[in-house]
């Protein structure tokens, strides 16, 4: 990955973050609960690790976006980097390891009270990162999940793929979205393939007929996870949000639609609209 992809790929995960924040209908109460959520998670980040963000960094972020849109988020390229000393780092790692869930900022105040030196809490967390170091200690609370339900059409799509039957010796594979609200599918595609071309076409129909919805749920596969797939949504201005690895209950309504699939299904056209056949195959 060169410096311009990897300064993309940094811009698609920070306003995938921001982007819920973004909604001008919250309050100043919930933009700080969405806030403080996302804090206590770890987000699969664009290199693959899962990372951890800060509410300065998040809020940052969002001052950015709304100052100069997507491209504000991409990160500045620096002409001189600055480089840790291997003393510090080294100092760091000790720390942590001593203690599985101290901060990063909890280290850096550590390391300058012993006279080690000075190292920036991100840094630190780049560099956890980079070990495994940022993950929760074994023993933590498991998550508990709650019921949820959109409030209206076009407030979130739900985006899956699912293999079928072998047709002239190929599989058939649907990629589809499905509105949380309505449960109907505004946008689907047949294809012979589950990736970014099948993905985007599904979408593009649901986008022709409705209009676009303020976020995508989708899991963490190649095409979901693609950059061309999260510029379109960036582009567009959709919110996009990624199911936690191993946890596919998040997505149970899509994958019920998708297994309706197998026989005859019907679904309103438009929300309040009269019912119509929605599957089917266009090559």
Known sequence: MDIEERRQAVALFRYSLI??????????????????????????????????????????????????????????????????????????VVLKREAPRRTAAQVVRALAEAGVGE??????????????????????????????????????????????????????????????WSRSAPGWRWGQAEDTVRLEAALRRGLEVHGAPERCFVDNGSAFSSGAFHRTLAVLGIGIVHSRPGQPASRGKVERFLCATRRPVASPAEPGGTRREVLGSDG
């Open 119 to 180: 190292v920036s809490a991100r840094t630190l967390q780049r560099h956890f990162a980079r070990l495994g170091l940022h993950r929760s200690p074994e023993g933590s609370p498991s998550r508990v999940f709650g019921r949820f339900e959109a409030a209206e059409f076009g407030e979130l799509w739900t985006g899956d793929g699912l293999h079928g039957p072998k047709l002239g010796g190929r599989r058939a594979v649907l990629c589809a979205f499905v509105d949380d």
């Open 19 to 92: 982007r819920p924040l973004a909604d001008p209908g919250l309050s100043a109460r919930e933009r700080g609960a969405l806030v403080r959520a996302l804090v206590e998670l770890d987000h699969l980040g664009p290199d693959g690790r899962r990372v951890v963000v800060s509410a300065p960094s998040l809020r940052r972020w969002l001052r950015a976006w709304r100052a100069g849109g997507f491209e504000a988020l991409a990160p500045v390229v620096r002409s001189q980097p600055t480089r840790t000393p291997a003393q510090i780092l080294d100092g760091a």
